[in-house]
């Protein structure tokens, strides 16, 4: 049976930071799931902590690491080094970030006119991140025939004071504007979507003559400094390369707004965390889902995939789950009223069955559901209802963990990415299982060496 | 009747399970983000609108005939015919729709009822073609190998003139087997004591050929022969028609579900026998593990049997190495080896396991290309009208061959190798043919290891 030092269950951020963590260190990682997943459904930043009130991400941090009971209580202090981390990861696959931990938290314009909170943002939202001076307007610029991005609706919401939320002096533009380009081939077509829209863009002949036409469409709403809030369509291969031609072309700084999905700022990182932790060795098997965990007494021994026929099975020396909350299939709530973990039956932290259906999903203080999930000790293993720990070589990363909301809080990035680092760092110090270390010795990778004897 | 009845009824029924996978869908477009077809061409809308967006118009129609379970997938419009059916959006759909299965009984339905394209039934028949190629081969291989045969080729069939088709072979591969003593050639009426005869499966395989090896690629089920015997294992090859698939991409599936028939008819007495039905083509493998199931809703005992018996070559092999008695005395082959895991592969779910042989042969540097599809998809990218979108898709693959400038590149399935060969002018092995060089290269060290030692020590 293949032998992996770790197996990573979910491709999400979290599973993948703590997967190129491992390999980093010289662990034979797998890392395996049923599909894509939220990376391809986010904005594609990396959102530490924005609860009402906190001007930064560090002092929202902190704020959230006070509450008993949430990830950060234990993990407060690696969402710097993570953070970091993972930038110089994805910056090293040619994606860059903008915005710190200490920098104030901004309201950046969402697609559907209004604004959200946010600290670290990919490199092609960063020009929203900039306090607006005094006069200087927002351009927002939709794109003909595109059913996503519909400016002159965005553009008299963002008109509205009041959607701009906690935003003080220079917290937003003088007047909003809105136009609409049509764009190279596009006339007439049906369908078009931010695919194909970042694959044209891909093109540098192309894109220099669709640059060209929103500067004009641009210039002809009016004069005066200001930006573009432009439906995040910039490339997809070669995005670094859009965003300088942008930045040459256009006469206003232009920021990509995150659409529906897919999420092309979001497919970015995924594919560059995917990159990078390949690079590193790391084998990664989309689409095969696993079906169940073996366990003897407290570890887990095998993961087992489903395939065509029979099962592919992964000897473990430690398994981290990474399968997400709710939206991502790691919860899931069974007709008898109880929210479960499917693969090993964890014991789940969940609110009574009748607040599942509280009225307000997007309420300030959360949905009681987003709080649903799994307790860990500061290591990150599980916790059963007694709370002792469940097995000693499972690792719980992302989503999964209880005590978050991680929409109200936007903090489930920084969760991902903290306790990414945290896992690695338990998995590497805890002594590997037995059998993994026994079937090492013969798994093919090694076997090379003494093939010849 | 409860829910939970009405959902294990589902379940149960294949058609089912695969149109009401729709039900699942979160429209979160992530099928669309790896398709590989909408990638490159608009006349393609993308997995999600062919597959469970559409479902909505088919169900309409299929649920009030439920009681029957027939198919009945009328489409909305005609887009689904571009699908490839390469599946990568089933592989990376988060929500287990089974997007490719409900697109490929959707191009099904659309084609059902209509006498089919003489080309697509020509394509379909790929067992009838080959044998008559074999036959003419002198003559076949100079019509389809010339611009003005493959020009009228194009003109009166609508195979693209520059579309990737082999050579066929001088003689079947079971002509070769009856001259060459290396297996035992097992026939339908063979009687009691001949069965008996057959070595035992704890030291014999069964080999499903396929069509591709039987007419085109003989040498490829040499070399597995060749590379089973070094491990222990005879072959038993049995009489066998083609697995179906090239019809059911054709939309032919009255005639896919009587190959399935017959062939199930002569693998399943093996099968319950304990022997390992393995093959050489990722594609026929798959067919008869999922596809008679999934696709021609085949499902009865002997049909399980079989497909929990078929296994792919190499992952026969890394089986065999992970039990520790796979033989490693592979001979250096100093090359680097651009390799691409065919999408039928990835339905497998087995992993690679080509690459994880190669990494048992000395000085061989196997580069996995990690790229989606080569484009062909079988008999897709030989049409006159999607060859164009064939070779969009497999675009990059081919530019990664190329610059890898090496002297061959690997791939586990026929109609993708022949498409990387014609596109990079770069001759594609199948995985087992490189394991057959360095074990004859290991021969060759082991032949000259007492003279050189010697002189070394």
């Known amino acids: 049976m293949p032998t992996a030092d770790v197996v990573v269950v979910g491709a999400g951020l979290a599973g993948l930071s703590a997967g190129i963590a491992l390999a980093d260190a010289g662990a034979r990682v797998e890392l395996v799931a049923r599909g894509h997943a939220a990376t391809h459904w986010a904005p594609g930043g990396l959102d530490c902590a924005a609860p009402p009130g906190a001007a930064t991400p560090a002092a929202g941090i902190d704020r959230l690491a006070a509450l008993a009971g949430h990830p950060y209580a234990i993990l407060g202090g690696e969402v710097r080094p993570g953070l970091a981390f993972v930038r110089e990861v994805v910056a090293a696959e040619g994606l860059h970030y ?7 938290l901004r309201s950046v314009p969402t697609a559907i006119g209004g604004t959200r909170r946010v600290g670290v943002v990919p490199a092609g939202q960063g020009n929203a991140l900039d306090p607006w001076s005094p006069g200087e307007r927002l351009v927002v ?119 529906v999905t897919p999420s092309l700022p979001g497919l970015r990182l995924y594919r560059a965390l995917r990159d990078a ?155 590997k299982s037995e059998s993994a270390t026994r079937a090492a010795s013969k798994r093919p990778q090694r076997a090379k060496a003494g093939s010849r004897s | 009747m409860t829910i939970a009845e009405l959902v294990q009824e589902a379940q149960e029924a294949n058609y089912l399970e695969v149109a009401l996978s729709a039900d699942e869908c979160l429209k979160c477009n992530v099928c669309n983000t790896v398709c590989p077809v909408a990638r490159v061409t608009d006349l393609f809308p993308g997995p999600k609108y062919a597959g469970p967006q559409a479902q909505r118009f088919r169900l309409a129609t299929t649920l009030p005939a439920q009681s029957a379970i027939a198919p009945h997938d009328a489409s909305p419009d005609h887009t689904v015919d571009y699908c490839s059916g390469c599946g990568m959006c089933t592989i990376a759909c988060p929500a287990d729709v089974k997007i490719a299965e409900m697109n490929n009984r959707a191009r099904a339905e659309l084609k059902a009822g209509h006498r089919p394209k003489l080309r697509d039934w020509l394509l379909g028949q790929t067992d009838l073609v080959g044998r008559l190629g074999v036959i003419f081969s002198p003559i076949a291989n100079w019509g389809l190998h010339n611009r003005l045969g493959r020009w009228a080729v194009e003109l009166v069939i609508g195979v693209h003139r520059k579309a990737p088709l082999p050579n066929f072979a001088s003689s ?67 009489e066998q028609v083609c697995c179906g698939l090239p019809l059911m991409n054709n939309g032919l599936y009255a005639q896919a ?77 100093d090359e680097r080896l651009p390799y691409h895991a065919p999408c039928q592969l990835k339905g497998h779910g087995i992993g690679i396991p080509a690459m994880d042989l190669f990494a048992l042969v000395p000085g061989l540097e196997a580069i996995d290309l990690d790229h989606d599809c080569c484009g062909v998809a079988g008999t897709y990218g030989l049409k006159k009208e999607k060859y164009d979108i064939a070779m969009a898709v497999g675009d990059d693959l081919f530019r990664k061959v190329r610059e890898a400038d090496t002297a061959r590149a690997a791939c586990d399935s026929e109609t993708c190798r022949w498409q990387i060969e014609t596109a990079t002018k770069t001759p594609t092995k199948h995985p087992v043919e490189i394991l057959a060089a360095a074990y004859a290269a290991g021969d060759l060290e082991r032949a000259k290891a007492p003279i050189e030692s010697p002189a070394a020590g």
């Open chain 1, 98 to 104: 903008r915005g710190d931990l200490d920098d104030p």
């Open chain 1, 141 to 259: 610029c939709g794109i003909a025939g595109y059913k996503d991005f519909w400016p002159a609706p965005i553009a008299a919401s963002l008109a509205r004071a009041g959607v701009w939320v906690e935003a003080g002096d220079g917290g937003r533009p003088s007047r909003v504007e809105a136009v609409s380009v049509e764009l190279p081939g596009q006339a007439g077509r049906r369908n078009v979507n931010a695919l194909e829209l970042g694959r044209a863009f891909d093109d540098p002949a192309w894109r220099r003559e669709a640059f060209e036409r929103i500067a004009r469409a641009v210039e002809s709403g009016g004069r005066g400094a200001g930006r573009i809030a432009f439906p995040a369509v910039l490339g997809i291969a070669d995005h670094a390369a859009v965003l300088e031609d942008a930045a040459r072309i256009l006469p206003l700084a232009l920021f990509e707004v995150p659409l």
């Open chain 1, 277 to 431: 932790f390949r690079r590193r060795g790391g084998r990664i098997s989309i689409g095969e889902p696993v079906i169940r965990i073996e366990t003897s007494g407290r570890r887990a021994t095998t993961v087992v995939l489903s395939a065509a026929v029979r099962e592919r099975r992964i000897l473990a020396g430690h398994v981290i789950l990474a399968t997400g909350g709710i939206a991502g299939g790691g919860l899931i709530g069974r007709a008898d009223g109880r929210l479960a973990e499917p693969l090993l039956d964890l014991a789940v932290e969940a609110p009574p069955v009748d607040e599942w259906l509280a009225d307000d999903a997007l309420a300030p203080n959360g949905h009681p559901l987003e709080r649903a999930g799994i307790r860990t000790d500061a290591g990150l293993h599980p916790l059963d209802a007694s709370g002792k720990v469940a097995f000693e070589n499972v690792l719980i990363v992302g989503s999964l963990l209880a005590g978050q909301r991680y929409i109200a809080e936007r903090c489930g990035d920084g969760v991902a990415i903290a306790s990414a680092r945290r896992a690695a760092a338990t998995a590497l110090a805890g002594p």
């Open chain 2, 172 to 238: 079947t591969l079971r002509a070769r087997l009856k001259k060459a003593d290396v297996a035992t050639l097992a026939r339908k009426g063979d009687d009691a004591a001949t069965r008996a005869a057959e070595p035992p499966p704890d030291r014999a395989v069964v080999l499903f050929h396929g069509c591709a090896a039987n007419y085109y690629e003989p040498h490829v089920a040499m070399a597995a022969i060749d590379v089973l015997r070094r491990n222990g294992f005879e072959t038993i090859v049995p």
């Open chain 2, 257 to 333: 579900r009587n190959r399935a028939a017959t062939n199930i008819d002569v693998l399943a007495d093996y099968a319950r026998r304990g022997y390992r039905i393995v093959g050489t083509s990722t594609s026929c493998t798959h067919t008869l593990k999922a596809e008679y199931r999934e696709m021609l809703d085949v499902d009865d005992s002997d049909a399980t049997v079989v497909a929990q018996s078929t296994w792919d070559i190499c992952e026969f092999l890394v089986d065999l190495h992970e039990q520790g008695r796979l033989d490693t005395g592979f001979g250096r082959l």
